[in-house]
């Protein structure tokens, strides 16, 4: 079994340009699961932002010089005269420009992302069933479906599975208090449930 603290521990020190059996030393672990720790498919893929802080503090004064070097570089073109008013090219560039307050945010943050991919994957199980769900009847059915669509979405974003959740929430939905409907969102749902778990 991975345990996640060990293989940041043996990463980082690897980062560091330790050899395999300085780790070994160091850690007190055995040489082939040090090499399993080192292979890229030993973590998770959801639990790899922990291993990505150190690289960022390293490069982050790179990618902020970078970031800027490049404002700089598209500031200058929008500006510049040669560049129609109406084109596309200047009105990419502006979009980009209307971007600038946040394009810094990927580097204090190790999981934020330059892309929302993540939420263009999301949604386009809804995209591709827009026709089959064209005819709801109703302004109600549609409600319905669009919070359904969103707790299953909402519960694969924090890594619950979907089903579990939505059994759970369905049985104790009657009789639990409307005072505390928030405790069955599922990111609150998931850390009670896991609170139960280990006790």
């Given at each position: ?41 030993s973590v998770p893929r959801y ?12 490069y982050k004064p790179y990618l ?136």
């Amino acid at each position: 079994m991975i345990i996640l603290e060990d293989a940041v521990e043996i990463r980082i020190l690897h980062k560091q340009g330790k050899s395999i059996r300085k780790i070994v030393e160091e850690t007190g672990k055995a040489r082939n699961t040090v090499r399993k720790y080192l292979k890229n498919d030993s973590v998770p893929r959801y639990k790899k932002r922990a291993i990505k802080e150190p690289k960022l503090d390293a490069y982050k004064p790179y990618l902020i010089k970078r970031v800027d070097e490049l404002i700089k570089e598209v500031k200058a073109k929008l500006f510049d005269q040669k560049i129609l008013p109406r084109s596309n090219l200047r009105k990419a560039l502006g979009y980009f420009c209307g971007l600038i307050p946040h394009l810094k945010n990927y580097t204090k943050k190790a999981n934020a992302r330059l892309e929302n991919n993540v939420a263009e994957r999301a949604i386009r199980p809804l995209a591709l069933g827009r026709k089959n769900w064209l005819f709801v009847e109703s302004e109600k059915g549609g409600e319905a479906a669009a919070i359904l669509f969103s707790l299953v979405q909402s519960c694969k974003g924090i890594g619950v599975n979907p089903q579990e959740y939505l059994e759970d929430v369905m049985r104790r939905l009657m009789s639990h208090s409307s005072q505390k409907l928030y405790e069955l969102l599922p990111d609150h749902w998931a850390k009670i449930r896991q609170s139960t778990t280990k006790t």
